[in-house]
């Protein structure tokens, strides 16, 4: 294995500067790891106008890059700052990236998402062109960045410091395809021919992630159950047909955990340490935690949370449902997080509603994300669709035992409880509803109420689970050997 490429990383988001999902937080963690394996690592992504932007010590590395745009040139800006051991670059374009949001509001997405990611992938390329960084290989990560491969294959096919490098698209979630109108391709300077079903084109619309996948020297995701998913006929996917066309060309690497940032033996954000052998700490984590969230509840009852973005995708409708039943059973709920508006309004609702019982927060920062990880006894994960699912990986390390839906990645990790044989790290459950979700919880609340031993041994499976960004790391250093191979013919 070559420790001594160029690996570009381009993004639309990162922890902790931009953040709205999963994808924010791998690209906190992948730069330091292959750093620390030789790579030499530049992180590219947008400049938007978030107080954690603004704080990076950010100098000029390219006052002025002309953008090709739509028949025109657009100019914008990049800065440089260095982030523990790698650089990072930030594409400057207040027109697309000086506003409050990533993609857009509570209430839906910004109507340019296709002109400024258009733009946004055209602008990485001129810089790394202008910048003459010569990248051994260009990691793309979901739509945003998706158009890149097919940049490299039709306007910089014959460039010099461009022509060579090879290039990997992660999907993280293939939920969201940036899907748009035909009109689209005139942004990317393309004749009609591009716009095709075997190019760029899926369903009449042009597809940002279905034009990725199919130019990509490789392809991967984040899971190998999610893998199996996206593959499978059964799904009725038409992204699915071009990734079983691309063979092995398509492939997983598991997500791993920042066990550094992650560590509940020395995590300063917990009221105390606690670990495998020793998890008394724990006890006074979730006390702190109740105070933390304004809960009314003794220590002794079953504490849940559920901590993600708000939507369909996470389960949030069906989580909804179930706080009745769940609040009947004699549990309390914590909810914490950010996202559609109609979520924010039940889940505000139902704070109300079962005031002392229910609590619904978000706050910025790492604090009390890490307060309710250590301190609750469940961990609610009802998600519709899940590649991958980093909280499971934070709540297995805490002693938190999951409650899952079985798909995805939390089908490939969480092996359900079985209480005849004692096998199992958490609980598990298959349909997609408010009556399987409680049934789940019931049987976690009865496993936790009348057999503490069984439940300890489940929170010390879980503490023993090892999701190390190491193995990680190394799965995707090898993903770049083999794009190398592919794209240069080896």
Same mark, same amino acid.
């Given at each position: 294995?070559?420790?001594?490429?160029?690996?570009?990383?381009?993004?639309?988001?990162?922890?902790?500067?931009?953040?709205?999902?999963?994808?924010?937080?791998?690209?906190?963690?992948?730069?330091?790891?292959?750093?620390?394996?030789?790579?030499?690592?530049?992180?590219?992504?947008? $400049?938007?106008?978030?107080?954690?932007?603004?704080?990076?010590?950010?100098?000029?590395?390219?006052?002025?890059?002309? &953008?090709?745009?739509?028949?025109?040139? &657009?100019?914008?800006?990049?800065?440089?700052?260095?982030?523990?051991?790698?650089?990072?670059?930030?594409?400057?374009?207040?027109?697309?990236?000086?506003?409050?949001?990533?993609?857009?509001?509570?209430?839906?997405?910004?109507?340019?998402?296709?002109?400024?990611?258009?733009?946004?992938?055209?602008? #990485?390329?001129?810089?790394?062109?202008?910048?003459?960084?010569?990248?051994?290989?260009?990691?793309?990560?979901?739509?945003?960045?998706?158009?890149?491969?097919?940049?490299?294959?039709?306007?910089?096919?014959?460039?010099?410091?461009?022509?060579?490098?090879?290039?990997?698209?992660?999907?993280?979630?293939?939920?969201?395809?940036?899907?748009?109108?035909?009109?689209?391709?005139?942004?990317?300077?393309?004749?009609?021919?591009?716009? !095709?079903?075997?190019?760029?084109?899926?369903?009449?619309?042009?597809?940002?992630? $279905?034009?990725?996948?199919?130019?990509?020297?490789?392809?991967?995701?984040?899971?190998?159950?999610?893998?199996?998913?996206?593959?499978?006929?059964?799904?009725?996917?038409?992204?699915?047909?071009? /990734?079983?066309?691309?063979?092995? %060309?398509?492939?997983?690497?598991?997500?791993?955990?920042?066990?550094?940032?992650?560590?509940?033996?020395?995590?300063?954000?917990?009221?105390?340490?606690?670990?495998?052998?020793?998890?008394?700490?724990?006890?006074?984590?979730?006390?702190?935690?109740?105070?933390? #969230?304004?809960?009314?509840?003794?220590?002794?009852?079953? /504490?849940?949370?559920?901590?993600?973005?708000?939507?369909?995708?996470?389960?949030?409708?069906?989580?909804?449902?179930?706080?009745?039943?769940?609040?009947?059973?004699? #549990?309390?709920?914590?909810?914490?997080?950010?996202?559609?508006?109609?979520?924010?309004?039940?889940?505000?609702?139902?704070?109300?509603?079962?005031?002392?019982? &229910?609590?619904?927060?978000?706050?910025?920062?790492?604090? /009390?994300?890490?307060?309710?990880?250590?301190?609750?006894?469940?961990?609610?994960?009802?998600?519709?669709?899940?590649?991958?699912?980093?909280?499971?990986?934070?709540?297995?390390?805490?002693?938190?035992?999951?409650? &899952?839906?079985?798909?995805?990645?939390?089908?490939?990790?969480?092996?359900? %409880?079985?209480?005849?044989?004692?096998?199992?790290?958490?609980?598990?459950?298959?349909?997609?509803?408010?009556?399987?979700?409680?049934?789940?919880?019931?049987?976690?609340?009865?496993?936790?109420?009348?057999?503490?031993?069984?439940?300890?041994?489940?929170?010390?499976?879980?503490?023993?689970?090892?999701?190390?960004?190491?193995?990680?790391?190394? !799965?995707?250093?090898?993903?770049?050997?083999?794009?190398?191979?592919?794209?240069?013919?080896?």
């Amino acid at each position: 294995m070559r420790s001594d490429l160029r690996i570009a990383l381009v993004t639309p988001e990162a922890a902790p500067f931009a953040k709205s999902g999963e994808l924010a937080e791998f690209c906190a963690s992948l730069p330091r790891y292959l750093t620390s394996l030789g790579f030499k690592v530049s992180l590219i992504m947008p $400049k938007y106008s978030t107080p954690q932007i603004a704080s990076l010590h950010a100098a000029s590395a390219f006052p002025e890059i002309s &953008v090709p745009l739509n028949g025109e040139r &657009v100019k914008a800006s990049v800065l440089r700052a260095e982030q523990k051991g790698y650089d990072i670059y930030l594409v400057d374009s207040p027109k697309y990236f000086l506003r409050e949001n990533i993609y857009g509001p509570p209430s839906g997405n910004y109507l340019d998402n296709d002109e400024r990611f258009v733009f946004f992938s055209r602008a #990485a390329l001129e810089f790394l062109r202008q910048a003459r960084l010569s990248p051994d290989v260009i990691h793309c990560q979901n739509w945003p960045t998706a158009l890149i491969p097919v940049f490299l294959e039709s306007h910089y096919r014959e460039d010099p410091g461009l022509r060579s490098a090879a290039t990997v698209l992660t999907l993280h979630n293939t939920a969201f395809q940036g899907e748009f109108p035909a009109e689209t391709l005139a942004l990317m300077d393309l004749n009609w021919d591009f716009f !095709g079903p075997r190019r760029l084109s899926l369903n009449g619309k042009f597809n940002f992630l $279905k034009a990725g996948a199919a130019c990509a020297d490789l392809v991967n995701t984040v899971s190998r159950a999610y893998e199996k998913e996206l593959l499978s006929r059964r799904n009725g996917s038409e992204l699915g047909g071009v /990734l079983r066309k691309r063979g092995k %060309a398509f492939t997983s690497v598991r997500n791993g955990l920042d066990r550094e940032s992650w560590d509940p033996e020395k995590d300063p954000y917990i009221a105390a340490p606690f670990g495998p052998g020793r998890p008394e700490g724990k006890a006074r984590c979730k006390q702190d935690l109740i105070a933390a #969230a304004g809960l009314a509840m003794s220590a002794d009852r079953p /504490l849940l949370a559920f901590v993600s973005h708000l939507s369909r995708l996470k389960g949030a409708d069906i989580l909804a449902q179930s706080l009745q039943g769940i609040v009947d059973i004699g #549990a309390g709920v914590l909810i914490f997080g950010e996202g559609e508006e109609r979520y924010q309004k039940e889940f505000g609702a139902a704070a109300r509603r079962f005031p002392g019982r &229910v609590a619904f927060k978000f706050e910025a920062g790492p604090v /009390l994300i890490h307060k309710i990880i250590a301190g609750a006894d469940m961990l609610l994960l009802p998600s519709l669709v899940e590649p991958s699912g980093l909280n499971l990986f934070a709540a297995f390390r805490y002693g938190t035992v999951p409650v &899952v839906r079985a798909t995805g990645g939390l089908k490939e990790a969480v092996r359900p %409880a079985n209480s005849r044989t004692g096998s199992g790290n958490g609980f598990t459950f298959g349909g997609y509803s408010a009556e399987a979700l409680v049934r789940a919880v019931r049987q976690a609340v009865d496993c936790r109420a009348s057999r503490p031993a069984r439940w300890r041994r489940l929170m010390e499976e879980g503490m023993r689970q090892d999701f190390s960004w190491e193995e990680t790391a190394r !799965g995707y250093a090898d993903l770049y050997e083999r794009a190398l191979k592919s794209k240069r013919g080896g």
